[in-house]
Structures are given as C-alpha cells and as structure tokens.
C-alpha cells in the first residue's frame, strides 16, 4: 500500500513539515506493507509526484489561513486523481465541523495513532469504509448528509515516537541563512508538546490539550543524528516552552557534556520571562543557546495582564532581556496590536517597549495584528462581534500582517489612527531588519553574494540589494 502525505502551503520553504515527518517516522516503524512519502509544494511538482508514486491514500495538513488555499488544490488533486483523502493539522482538529465535502475523513488531534489505524483500515477493507469508521477514535468524517465525530483519542505518550527520519523532506529546508556569527545550517527538533500557559490568543494548548516531554535521551538522539549524519550545528527547539522542564533541560545537558558535543552545536529555543533566572541561564549558556525568543505581546502593563492571565509582567519582560545580555544569550520577540479592549495608549505604551528593545539591542523584534484563529478566545469574541465565523468562505483573511485588513475587535478604534499607528511600528521594526542584513552582509559577503546570482528575486536578496545600494551612497 502506498501512501503520500501533502504539504500545499506555498511559501512555507523556510520551516519543515515538522508533522508529517513525525507521522511518516512513526508509520515506518509501526506500519507493515506500508510505503509512505512526503511531497512538499515548495519543493515537488505535486501532480507529476503523485502521478509517478500513484498513491492508494493521500494525507494532508494544514493551518487555518491556508485552509482555502490547500482545500483548492485538494479538489484537483481528488479530480484528476480519484484517491480518498484525509486531511489533518490545527485546523480540522480545532474546528472539525468546517471540513469541506471534499475530504473523506479528518484527523481531529495528533495524527501518528489515527494515521495507522486508518491505513490498517484501508488495508483491509480496499478503500474508506464509512460503515466501519466509527471503531477509529480521533476523526471526522461525511456519511448520510451529516458529519460524524468519533470518540476523542487519548494523547499519545511521546516516548513511543521514534527518531525522526529527515530524508523524508528536501535537505533545502536545512539550508537557510540565519544572522549569526557564524555562517551555519540550521534543523528543528520539537521534543516536547503542549504549554501550560492558556494565553487568550492562543490555540496550543487546546490542541495539544496536556504538556508532554520527550526524554532526555530521546532528544539527544536528535541531536546526535543531525550533527553526525546531517553536518548541522544550529538547531532550534520549536517546542511551544521548551525551558519549562528545568530538570529536562539539566539532563540534555549531562548528556551533551558525556557526548562531548558542548561547544559544537548551536541553539534556540522560545522562552517564557517569568522563568528567566540565573540558574536556567546559566544551565542554557553551557549547553550553547544562543538565541531565546520571547513573545512579549505588550508594553502596556494592564492589556498584558489581559492578554497572558497575569502570568507575566513588562517588568519581567525587560528584566529577562538584560539579564539575557549579561549572560551573551541574544533576544529575539515579537509584540501585538489590535486586541479586544486595548487602547490607543496601550498600543503606544507598545512603542515604548518597542524603544527600550533597540536600547538594549535585542537582535530582532517582530510586530503582529492580533488575528482570532479557531480554538482560542479571540475566536469566540470575534464571532460574537461579528467579524468571523465558523464555515469562513475565505480562511486566508486570517492574515497577522495585513494592516488594511485588519480584524481590529476593538470597534472604538479608530481605523485610520491604528493605521497610523502600526505604520510608526513597521518603521521602528525596520531599524532590526536593517541591522540583521547588514550583518548578514558584513559577515558572509561571498555567500551572500552567491545566494543573490542564486534567487535574484527573493525578498532576501531584493532587500540586501537595498543596504548595499544604501551603503555605496554613504560612501
């Protein structure tokens, strides 16, 4: 049996399909007479793929502003190739009842048991059999007219999953250029799932529904194969809270010391400020972080209580950036505008954390519009105001970025004075944008160089071509 697991969100090349690796690794390991591979829009011709690989199953995920992008390419791919589909990810998991006529079973929650049960299923009745649906727990699917949910599947314990096998995706995803000192690749490990926070913008934790944590063990097993068997020396924890476990973070590093691979290897992780302390600091410094990315969200001391339940302060937030610098750990971090409730001084309050951030150096800072996404309280407060709904006839307005369209669920904001506003934003944000191309460019100038010849069109390579052109004007 054959089964091919789709990544079709365009221009997502810079981060893997962390997901669908996890999910094929484990179906190798625990599949028989199973042939499974990923094939990435960003990368494969998906028609000329499927067409060679000829398919019996096909697996696909997604988030909530691509859905309608991905549904769209779904239905080409069911008309030219008539193969059941199962789609998958935070979308379908979160709001299952939107799931498009199209798909033949959705995947509610981690997909790694539900995956192998449903390619057993097909394995032993020759196609999708909705009458047998209902013994699968964890899925969604059309039959009658209605949509059927079946029991809800128990979280899978995290010691069960295998290494991940990364010759399932494009080795291009391993070669991006990052602001370092050095001029190194760069691979992504998430070795624990869930956060104990419950943040009113987010929807981790209604996905993942409990906190689990890989072993030590098993986190230095990744470790070990990305730096012996794929040469990569910069890694980054994409664990929602990857310092949490403290006593986890002390046992990775005993093993990198036995390993006898501290100072070789490079990381970043995301961090929370009301656990910055010397002891952690301390502990992350040693093992080689070099970089903490923080999500600050607001320099308005009231909306931040609001927004993160009064878990953390802007004093703690600050705090956590100078006692970063005096260990030599960068900071990375991003703020937000355009919440329920938040006002126009609230928001400049956020200009002022803005300004101290540049002050202290941090090396970058990103600005977002708070966006409602399904599963999150933002969600039910846009709905009952009215500027969402669950059956969204284009999911891709869910955009973070885009200030014109901006959802704004304050509507005693004035939309032209947030305009404004957020454009005095984008321009203290640009001094972070400049300073890191021009360090790319003062660093690595052949490798920059070659990457520009490479991708001529590139934001990258358009946006480098600005500081030197800039440059050679000073001079």
Sequence with gaps: MKLALLFLCDGWDYYPPINLVSIASYLKKNAENLDVKIFDLNFDNIDKSLEEFKPDLI???????????????????????????IIGGTHIS????SMDKIYDVGIIGEGEKTMLELTKHFQKHGCIDKKALKDVNGIIYPHDGKLIKTKDRDMIDLKELPKQDWSLINPLYFNK?????????????????????????????????TCRYQSAEQVMEEIRDFYYNYKIKNIHFS???????????????????????????????NMRANLVNENLLSALKELGMWLVG???????????????????????NKKAIR?????GINVAGSVMFGGPNETIEDMKKTLDFIDFCIHENILNLGAFILTPFPGNEMWNIAKERGKVKDNMDDWGKLDYVNVDDAFLLDESIDKSEFKKLFQECREKLNYFRRKRLFNLVKTHPVKIAGEMLKHPGNAVSSALRVILNKSKERR
């Design 323 to 327: 006692l970063c610098k005096e260990y």
């Design 59 to 85: 697996g696909i995920t997604c988030m909530s502003p691509e859905y309608t992008q991905v549904t769209g390419k779904a239905k080409s791919i069911k008309k030219k190739f008539n193969v059941p589909l």
């Design 239 to 269: 664990d929602d809270l990857f310092c949490y476990n403290l006593q986890r973070v002390h046992e990775i590093l005993a093993l990198m010391k036995k390993e006898g691979l501290l100072g070789k290897i490079k990381f970043s992780c």
């Design 177 to 209: 250029i990052m602001p370092e000192k050095d001029y190194i690749r760069r691979a992504y490990i998430m070795s624990s799932r869930g956060c104990p926070y419950k943040c009113r913008f987010c929807s981790s934790s209604h996905y993942w529904k």
């Design 294 to 316: 923080f999500g600050f969200e607001s320099g308005s001391e009231k909306y931040l209580a609001y927004l993160k339940r009064n878990s953390v302060t802007v004093e703690q």
């Design 94 to 97: 979160v709001l299952p009842e």
